[in-house]
Nanobody, 123 residues
Framework: QVQLVESGGGLVQPGGSLRLSCIASGFIPDYYNIGWFRQVPGKEREGVSCISRSDGTTYYADSVKGRFTITGDNAKNTVYLQMNSLKPEDTAVYYC????????????????WGQGTQVTVSS
């Protein structure tokens, strides 16, 4: 069973940057991919980005395209989300999760995410 632990969140001013990390432990099937989604209370979950573990193909939501970069280090079982030019609307709890397909409309496998990490963008 895969366990995921997110870290790297915090308070940052608009225009600032943060790098989130997602460390996976346990057996990870080759066909599993890793994604980041964010959640704001009262709003729908938003799939921010995901990355294919097999070929590195990435996906980004339009809301973060050009500002966020997802990378993976399979040797370390770690996926990173570099977030630049942060905006107040990026404020959310960020979770990493396993998923099957990586692309528009990707969804996390139920219960696969960790405890999340809070990102707050405010002056």
């Amino acid at each position: 069973q895969v366990q995921l632990v997110e870290s790297g969140g915090g308070l940052v001013q608009p225009g600032g940057s943060l790098r989130l990390s997602c460390i996976a432990s346990g057996f990870i099937p080759d066909y599993y991919n890793i994604g980041w989604f964010r959640q704001v209370p009262g709003k729908e979950r938003e799939g921010v980005s995901c990355i294919s573990r097999s070929d590195g193909t990435t996906y980004y939501a339009d809301s973060v395209k050009g500002r966020f970069t997802i990378t993976g280090d399979n040797a370390k079982n770690t996926v990173y989300l570099q977030m630049n030019s942060l905006k107040p609307e990026d404020t959310a709890v960020y979770y990493c999760a396993t998923t099957g397909s990586c692309g528009s409309g990707w969804y996390p496998f139920f219960g696969s995410w960790g405890q999340g990490t809070q990102v707050t963008v405010s002056s």
